[in-house]
């Protein structure tokens, strides 16, 4: 019997050297380091104790097998820990102007990136505030993501900046948000940008350096939303044109495995940008939504429905998060990680919003969703009507 437990013990501690062993290789040929926090040291240690605990109550050989695939669980999830050196790598960042590219290019800058931060107007503020930085590894370039011919232009001068060295990352940033309200109400004309901008640009520029990324074997990140993936009430334009970008990045990871490229996909939560947080933004397009509506659409819906719709857009605005640190942070994440996940959330109510939608029937979700944002008080006129009649 005992020296039955002598054995046993002797194989678990061989098992526990062999795991120490193999993470210490692993990261001694890799690029990567290990990155672990207290939290997740001492996780691991009460996993192990647990497993070899659990091992004794079983018989000798499955408690052997047990504790094998618990140190080989551990092994993957200490590999998976691992983070990337940013020293000598090369980020390419699109909407840097304002908002989350404009604190990720100072951010990737400060942590000793080459950042490349692409803005749509060279002479904006933002831009001359990442200008001011003076250094040769934070290069400001303008850049439309929807003009082809300067895409272009811009790929060669990366390309020669990098003198052969590839490109390591790409965050697709850039976009916008026109308007919000009623699919049937919201112009043609914003469909169509936000189409052009969020999707079909993520797609020009994407394509344009996946030769630099691929001779890297980089990574891309695109900035996506929650709503191009939960049918948010309100958002048709918008996350339509993001729902486009997330089967895109779905489709293109695949694709890319064989070139060794990663592709994330990275949901912010609702968080006050230059854009958002602009009330006057929100009230000339209101003026322009109403001045666009045909005299039809305006009798059936009711022109203080859609008053409310601006009303409300103003009002939640303000109470977005403040700070952008959450998801900068997230997008490091993806760019370090040595194996990136393919999507990312900065908010825990987001993931509760999917297992709702996923999971509950979509008489309980509808209602839900479509409150999110514009928590209508009013209904559109012509329902009123109908109600009413009945």
């Not at 000798?60 to 990337?84: N, T």
């Not at 060794?260 to 996909?265: A, E, L, M, T």
């Not at 509760?352 to 999110?372: A, E, H």
Request: net charge neutral.
């Amino acid at each position: 019997m005992e020296e039955s437990s002598s054995l046993s013990l002797g194989l678990y501690g061989l098992l526990t050297g062999v795991l120490g062993v193999a993470v210490a290789f692993h990261f001694q040929k890799s690029e990567a380091r290990l990155n672990l926090s207290a939290v997740s040291s001492v996780s691991s240690l009460l996993f192990l104790v647990g497993a070899s605990l659990c091992s004794l109550y079983l018989p000798q050989a499955m408690g052997f097998v047990f504790f094998a695939i618990s140190c080989y669980l551990v092994y993957r999830s200490f590999c998976s820990d691992g983070i990337l050196s940013p020293e000598g790598k090369a980020v390419l960042i699109t909407g840097c102007d304002s908002g989350f590219g404009h604190s990720l290019a100072k951010r990737l800058h400060s942590l000793g990136f080459h950042v490349f931060a692409l803005v749509l107007q060279e002479k904006s503020d933002g831009a001359q505030e990442l200008k001011s930085a003076c250094s040769d590894r934070l290069i400001v370039i303008e850049m439309d993501v929807t003009n082809h011919a300067m895409i272009q232009e811009v790929r060669k001068e990366v390309a020669k900046q990098l003198n052969n060295r590839g490109l390591f990352a790409l965050v697709n940033n850039a976009g916008v948000i026109i308007h919000i309200g009623d699919a049937e109400i919201i112009p043609t004309d914003a469909y169509k940008r936000c189409m052009e901008v969020n999707f079909l640009g993520t797609v020009q520029v994407t394509k344009a350096f996946l030769p630099l990324i691929r001779q890297a074997k980089g990574r891309i990140i695109n900035i996506s939303s929650p709503s191009g993936e939960l049918p948010f009430g309100g958002m048709s334009a918008y996350g339509a044109s993001k729902a486009a970008l997330e089967f895109f990045s779905d489709i293109l990871r695949q694709e890319m495995k064989p070139w060794g490229v990663n592709i994330s996909i990275i949901q912010p939560g609702a968080t006050k940008t230059a854009q958002v947080g602009n009330v006057n933004f929100w009230v000339q397009q209101h003026q322009k939504l109403m001045e666009g509506l045909s005299p039809e659409l305006l009798h059936d819906y009711g022109e203080e429905y859609v008053d409310e719709i601006q009303r409300r857009i103003t009002t939640i605005g303000p109470l977005f998060r403040q700070h952008v640190g959450p998801v900068i942070d997230t997008i490091v994440t993806a760019l370090l990680a040595q194996y990136p996940k393919p999507r990312y959330t900065t908010e825990f109510v987001i993931d509760v919003l999917k297992v709702l939608y996923y999971f509950l029937p979509s008489l309980v979700t509808d209602t839900v969703l479509n409150q999110v944002f514009i928590a209508h008080r009013l209904s559109p006129k012509g329902t009123r009507k109908v109600n009413n009649s009945q």
